[in-house]
């Protein structure tokens, strides 16, 4: 009785695309240059700090010579979550607030790529919170940063989870009333294994920041100051050294491993700190699986998929 | 039962009789083990070369309570689990009370005389046979057999009836307690046997099932949420997520135990938009994906779909169908989610449906649905349902050599690439697995802004038109290659019932029956119900009547949500609807019932 109206059909990959010349790779593949690497022009407004996050993501290419094929990146929604656009590599720009369960599928999947999410304080601690907690504590192995403006920028001045109380938007026009989250403080209460802040203003060190998050095995979260100039001008003038505020790294003798000073130093009355706040070698969620995969799969080794499954028909009779 | 000789009574009055089946119903609690017994019965009619369906209630709520295991065993082909049973077994009172009227005429009543008081008008209607099963348990095993023994017990007891095979029923038991220790093997076979001993052949007639004819050789017994889960597998589904729901819940811990052997992940998240959304992601990372949910999960699920639809990206989406709306009945069977399946989403968003009628079938249409999902990059609704998860059926084991599919990705290098090329045969997108080099050093970005052939978002309005109709185009194309519709029974005559998912069985039984009345009744089931096949209309013009006999509710309009969808695309005042929303499956009679109805009312 067996009746299959659509099975199995090999399909073609790009249709009369796929004509063209494949060329072969050089053994030594250089490195992409910034030209090669930019996409889409950018649609944020003039000023934005998000723009700094690009240049910086696009260093880290350079630098880390990551080639095209290899590039992923996902994002949310909101100003900041237009990203992948920018970048001429692999990207989704999937719904409001889901990117990190999104790209936990994509670094499950594939454990030859490193996964880069972008977005806002909205889409992360607003509609996404429950994720970056979940996502925080399986510490699956992927790089989310931030872009923390304290504001909706996209949708034109509402207050974000990270609004200070007092902040005049449009939701809250005699300022904000409710105490924000503080990101990186959570992001360590969650059981994030690697948590850094940084800040737009300081290129050389979001390029750092990003350098370390590329090396942790695991789940590593980067709040990244970045104003939005159009709805929430000023905002970390304070963390500005060249608007006389200050910018204080993380101290030399702080125990990146020590979660209860961590938290303390992620506390901190803002400006706080920046640079590394914790940072703890725990196995990966990619690891786990793997380690449960090797396993099970040691157990039927040397058979084809279909033998593995017959063993469990043959319970069945 | 159905009868066919009648041996001479040996001495001692007793006679064995040759049925071709038999309903048997267990009524007790659900911590009595009664799953088990039907489960241990299905499995050996499968072993018998037999046809089986089951049928069983469980309560919502993790305490217990009342519940029953319906089966159906015969030489032939079964259609349905039966209206009436041959047999009852009951433990308590509760459950004599509320099934006898379940038992045919002159059935017979077995009762645990330790708790069941039989009333003098029931004696009347039916033979009873009280056996002391709750203090016999405990004479033959020890214990208080309060909720332990009592059912293999009482499977002894069956098996003598019907004269079932004791040697494979005692295999069965042991391969059941495997890994445990040895004693509970034992102690099992010790109430096995001692209600086998129970000469019950000096109360009622013995049965003796006719010898299959031995076209149901090779067979093998699951439930409808295993062979979903085992078609997934064979189809190449590696990755997975999802988040706990009655009844889809053994779809995801089936998944989660057995993909690992296979290299894969099922992913259990913090809730159905992670699941859905983790889902997608894999199917982008290159392993087309399943979630799945029941009910309110669905609903969760809907705006990443909607992604799904507008980025063009494969999916399986699971619905196993519960009472709604909202927690609704968990444990109780509907058709009400086809509104949600075909419709739910934002924007026009066009999206596969399809639902398997059975056991057997919810293994193929899982190939099918990974392969739609993967050929036309598209979401698919795989819409099953508590009937069908539930019950047991014995079919022709898969050819699994043949079946089984390898889908890895290809990330073999490509010259160019355009993922939503407007020129596409079809209007089919295929995306590349992040991973491909693509020579041209232009890369595609997947999206749900609307967007130009290389995903970068455009409000352009020619753009958006085109775009959407590339996304309707392709199931378009989807529907021309659908196999033409089948009519069960003369494509001419009076009625034409239209069913869809689990009630195919029952509705062709109905039809059977009325046929065999001499009633002018064919069928037709719709198994692709978005995009629906073409040309139903064709066969819609051969009959009076048309009648979409489902299982959800009438609504405002007084059309159940097939009929109003077949309504909508042929507009013919022909179509009516027969629907209920009781949690039960169809029953035969009910049916015939429903259809004279409907006819006494059109004269
Ligand atoms: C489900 C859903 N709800 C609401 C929106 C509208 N929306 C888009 S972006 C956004 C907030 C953006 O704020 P943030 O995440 O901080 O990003 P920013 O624009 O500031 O970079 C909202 C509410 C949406 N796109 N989807
Ligand atoms: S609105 Fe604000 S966040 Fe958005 S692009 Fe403009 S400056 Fe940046
Ligand atoms: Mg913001």
Redesign the interface.
């Given at each position: 009785?067996?009746?299959?109206?659509?099975?199995?059909?090999a399909?073609?990959?790009?249709?009369?695309?796929?004509?063209?010349?494949?060329?072969e790779?050089p053994e030594d593949r250089p490195a992409l240059k910034k030209k090669?690497i930019a996409?889409?022009h950018p649609t944020w407004c003039p000023g934005c700090g998000d723009f700094s996050v690009l240049a910086l993501y696009f260093r880290l290419i350079e630098k880390r010579k990551i080639?095209?094929?290899?590039?992923?990146t996902?994002a949310g929604i909101g100003c900041s979550s237009r990203f992948?656009?920018f970048v001429?590599?692999?990207?989704?720009?999937?719904?409001h607030g889901?990117a990190l369960?999104?790209?936990?599928?994509?670094s499950?999947?594939?454990p030859?790529?490193h996964v880069f999410v972008f977005g806002g304080d909205g889409d992360a601690f607003s509609i996404g919170g429950?994720?970056f907690?979940?996502t925080a504590r399986k510490n699956v192995r992927l790089t989310y940063v931030v872009m923390d403006n304290w504001v909706y920028g996209l949708t034109k001045k509402q207050t974000s989870p990270t609004s200070p109380v007092g902040f005049k938007s449009k939701t809250d026009m005699w300022g904000a009333v409710d105490p924000p989250i503080n990101p990186a403080k959570q992001a360590i209460a969650a059981g994030a294994t690697f948590v850094a802040r940084s800040t737009h203003t300081n290129p050389k060190h979001i390029h750092e920041m990003m350098d370390a998050a590329l090396d942790h095995e695991g789940f590593s979260f980067i709040q990244c100051l970045s104003e939005c100039t159009e709805f929430y001008e000023g905002a970390f003038d304070a963390a500005n050294p060249r608007k006389g505020g200050e910018f204080n790294l993380v101290p030399e003798d702080h125990d990146v491993t020590d979660q209860d000073a961590a938290i303390k130093l992620a506390d901190e009355v803002f400006p706080g700190k920046f640079g590394i706040l914790y940072k703890v070698d725990e196995k990966s969620k990619n690891a786990k699986?793997q380690e449960?995969?090797a396993?099970?799969?040691a157990?039927?080794e040397g058979m084809?998929?279909?033998e593995?499954?017959?063993q469990?028909?043959n319970?069945?009779? | 039962m159905s009868e066919s000789t009648t041996a001479a009574p040996d001495s001692s009055e007793r006679k064995t009789s040759e049925i071709s089946e038999a309903v048997i119903r267990i009524a007790g609690n659900s911590q009595d083990g009664i799953q088990a017994i039907g489960g241990f019965l299905a499995?050996l009619a499968?072993?018998s070369e037999q046809d089986v369906m089951t049928f069983m209630t469980i309560p919502s709520t993790i305490s217990g309570g009342p519940s029953i295991f319906q089966v159906r065993i015969g030489t032939g082909e079964i259609l349905s689990s039966g209206d009436e049973a041959d047999v009852l077994l009951a433990f308590y009172q509760h459950s004599y009370e509320n099934h006898i009227n379940f038992v045919k005429k002159s059935g017979i009543v077995l009762y645990d005389s330790d708790h069941v008081e039989p009333s003098e008008e029931h004696q009347k209607n039916y033979r009873h046979v009280g056996v002391a099963v709750s203090s016999l348990t405990v004479e033959a095993i020890g214990g208080s057999a309060r909720d332990k023994g009592k059912n293999i017990f009482a499977l002894g007891l069956i098996t003598r009836m019907f004269d079932l095979n004791v040697e494979k029923l005692k295999k069965l038991i042991a391969?059941r307690f495997k890994g445990k220790p040895e004693s509970i093997t034992t102690t099992a076979h010790n109430a096995f046997d001692a209600g086998y001993a129970q000469d019950v052949g000096n109360l009622v007639d013995l049965y003796e099932f006719e010898e299959p004819d031995g076209k149901l050789s090779n067979?093998?017994?699951?439930n409808g949420n295993?062979a979903l889960a085992?078609g997934l597998?064979?189809a190449?589904v590696r990755?997975g997520?999802g988040y706990p729901i009655t009844p889809w819940s053994d779809i995801m811990e089936l998944l989660r135990r057995?993909l690992?052997?296979?290299?894969?992940?099922f992913?259990q998240?913090?809730?159905e938009?992670?699941?859905v959304?983790?889902?997608?992601?894999?199917?982008?990372?290159?392993?087309v994906?399943v979630t799945g949910s029941s009910g309110p999960g669905i609903a969760l699920k809907a705006?990443?779909i909607g992604?799904a639809i507008m980025?063009e990206v494969p999916l399986v989406v699971v619905d196993v169908q519960r009472g709604g709306p909202s927690t609704g009945m968990p444990t109780s069977v509907e058709q009400s989610d086809l509104n949600i399946a075909v419709f739910g989403g934002h924007g026009d968003s066009p999206r596969v449906v399809i639902a398997p009628a059975h056991v057997?079938d919810a293994f193929?249409t899982a190939?099918?649905a990974v392969?739609?999902a993967?050929?036309y990059s598209v979401p698919v609704i795989l819409l099953t349902d508590q009937a069908i998860a539930t019950r047991i059926e014995a079919?022709?084991?898969?050819?699994?050599?043949e079946?089984?599919?390898?889908?890895s990705p290809?990330l073999?290098?490509?010259?160019?690439?355009?993922p939503y090329?407007l020129?596409?045969?079809d209007g089919i997108t295929?995306h590349?697995?992040?991973?491909?080099?693509?020579?041209?050093?232009?890369?595609?970005?997947?999206?749900?802004?609307e967007h130009d052939e290389m995903g970068?978002?455009t409000s352009s309005r020619e753009l958006h038109m085109d775009m959407q109709t590339k996304r309707r185009r392709k199931l378009q194309a989807l529907r021309e290659?659908?196999?033409a519709t089948q009519v069960y029974g003369p494509d001419e005559g009076n009625i034409l019932v239209v069913g869809w998912g689990s009630s195919q069985g029952p509705i062709r039984e109905a039809v059977d029956r009325m046929r065999g009345a001499g009633e002018s009744v064919s069928a037709i089931h719709i198994r692709y119900l978005n995009p629906l096949p073409d040309k139903l209309d064709e066969i819609f013009s051969g009959f009076h009547h048309v009648v979409v006999v489902e299982l959800n509710d009438e609504g405002l309009n007084g059309y159940g949500q097939l009929a109003q969808l077949l309504r909508a695309k042929y507009a013919d005042p022909k179509i009516q609807s027969i629907c209920k929303t009781d949690g039960l499956t169809w029953r035969i009679g009910e049916i015939v019932e429903r259809i004279h109805g409907f006819e006494a009312a059109q004269k």
């Amino acid at each position: 009785m067996s009746k299959l109206s659509f099975g199995y059909e090999a399909l073609d990959r790009t249709g009369d695309l796929n004509v063209g010349e494949i060329p072969e790779l050089p053994e030594d593949r250089p490195a992409l240059k910034k030209k090669q690497i930019a996409a889409d022009h950018p649609t944020w407004c003039p000023g934005c700090g998000d723009f700094s996050v690009l240049a910086l993501y696009f260093r880290l290419i350079e630098k880390r010579k990551i080639h095209h094929e290899k590039i992923t990146t996902v994002a949310g929604i909101g100003c900041s979550s237009r990203f992948p656009y920018f970048v001429q590599g692999h990207g989704t720009h999937f719904i409001h607030g889901r990117a990190l369960p999104y790209a936990t599928g994509v670094s499950l999947c594939r454990p030859d790529l490193h996964v880069f999410v972008f977005g806002g304080d909205g889409d992360a601690f607003s509609i996404g919170g429950n994720h970056f907690n979940h996502t925080a504590r399986k510490n699956v192995r992927l790089t989310y940063v931030v872009m923390d403006n304290w504001v909706y920028g996209l949708t034109k001045k509402q207050t974000s989870p990270t609004s200070p109380v007092g902040f005049k938007s449009k939701t809250d026009m005699w300022g904000a009333v409710d105490p924000p989250i503080n990101p990186a403080k959570q992001a360590i209460a969650a059981g994030a294994t690697f948590v850094a802040r940084s800040t737009h203003t300081n290129p050389k060190h979001i390029h750092e920041m990003m350098d370390a998050a590329l090396d942790h095995e695991g789940f590593s979260f980067i709040q990244c100051l970045s104003e939005c100039t159009e709805f929430y001008e000023g905002a970390f003038d304070a963390a500005n050294p060249r608007k006389g505020g200050e910018f204080n790294l993380v101290p030399e003798d702080h125990d990146v491993t020590d979660q209860d000073a961590a938290i303390k130093l992620a506390d901190e009355v803002f400006p706080g700190k920046f640079g590394i706040l914790y940072k703890v070698d725990e196995k990966s969620k990619n690891a786990k699986e793997q380690e449960i995969n090797a396993k099970f799969q040691a157990k039927v080794e040397g058979m084809e998929d279909w033998e593995i499954l017959q063993q469990n028909f043959n319970r069945m009779k | 039962m159905s009868e066919s000789t009648t041996a001479a009574p040996d001495s001692s009055e007793r006679k064995t009789s040759e049925i071709s089946e038999a309903v048997i119903r267990i009524a007790g609690n659900s911590q009595d083990g009664i799953q088990a017994i039907g489960g241990f019965l299905a499995r050996l009619a499968g072993r018998s070369e037999q046809d089986v369906m089951t049928f069983m209630t469980i309560p919502s709520t993790i305490s217990g309570g009342p519940s029953i295991f319906q089966v159906r065993i015969g030489t032939g082909e079964i259609l349905s689990s039966g209206d009436e049973a041959d047999v009852l077994l009951a433990f308590y009172q509760h459950s004599y009370e509320n099934h006898i009227n379940f038992v045919k005429k002159s059935g017979i009543v077995l009762y645990d005389s330790d708790h069941v008081e039989p009333s003098e008008e029931h004696q009347k209607n039916y033979r009873h046979v009280g056996v002391a099963v709750s203090s016999l348990t405990v004479e033959a095993i020890g214990g208080s057999a309060r909720d332990k023994g009592k059912n293999i017990f009482a499977l002894g007891l069956i098996t003598r009836m019907f004269d079932l095979n004791v040697e494979k029923l005692k295999k069965l038991i042991a391969e059941r307690f495997k890994g445990k220790p040895e004693s509970i093997t034992t102690t099992a076979h010790n109430a096995f046997d001692a209600g086998y001993a129970q000469d019950v052949g000096n109360l009622v007639d013995l049965y003796e099932f006719e010898e299959p004819d031995g076209k149901l050789s090779n067979q093998v017994v699951m439930n409808g949420n295993e062979a979903l889960a085992y078609g997934l597998i064979a189809a190449g589904v590696r990755f997975g997520a999802g988040y706990p729901i009655t009844p889809w819940s053994d779809i995801m811990e089936l998944l989660r135990r057995e993909l690992p052997k296979y290299g894969g992940t099922f992913m259990q998240c913090e809730d159905e938009i992670a699941s859905v959304s983790m889902a997608i992601g894999g199917s982008w990372g290159g392993r087309v994906a399943v979630t799945g949910s029941s009910g309110p999960g669905i609903a969760l699920k809907a705006e990443a779909i909607g992604w799904a639809i507008m980025a063009e990206v494969p999916l399986v989406v699971v619905d196993v169908q519960r009472g709604g709306p909202s927690t609704g009945m968990p444990t109780s069977v509907e058709q009400s989610d086809l509104n949600i399946a075909v419709f739910g989403g934002h924007g026009d968003s066009p999206r596969v449906v399809i639902a398997p009628a059975h056991v057997e079938d919810a293994f193929y249409t899982a190939i099918e649905a990974v392969n739609i999902a993967r050929k036309y990059s598209v979401p698919v609704i795989l819409l099953t349902d508590q009937a069908i998860a539930t019950r047991i059926e014995a079919f022709a084991e898969p050819n699994l050599k043949e079946l089984c599919q390898d889908i890895s990705p290809d990330l073999s290098a490509v010259a160019d690439h355009k993922p939503y090329d407007l020129d596409a045969n079809d209007g089919i997108t295929r995306h590349l697995a992040p991973g491909t080099r693509v020579a041209s050093g232009k890369y595609p970005v997947l999206t749900g802004l609307e967007h130009d052939e290389m995903g970068h978002p455009t409000s352009s309005r020619e753009l958006h038109m085109d775009m959407q109709t590339k996304r309707r185009r392709k199931l378009q194309a989807l529907r021309e290659s659908f196999p033409a519709t089948q009519v069960y029974g003369p494509d001419e005559g009076n009625i034409l019932v239209v069913g869809w998912g689990s009630s195919q069985g029952p509705i062709r039984e109905a039809v059977d029956r009325m046929r065999g009345a001499g009633e002018s009744v064919s069928a037709i089931h719709i198994r692709y119900l978005n995009p629906l096949p073409d040309k139903l209309d064709e066969i819609f013009s051969g009959f009076h009547h048309v009648v979409v006999v489902e299982l959800n509710d009438e609504g405002l309009n007084g059309y159940g949500q097939l009929a109003q969808l077949l309504r909508a695309k042929y507009a013919d005042p022909k179509i009516q609807s027969i629907c209920k929303t009781d949690g039960l499956t169809w029953r035969i009679g009910e049916i015939v019932e429903r259809i004279h109805g409907f006819e006494a009312a059109q004269k």
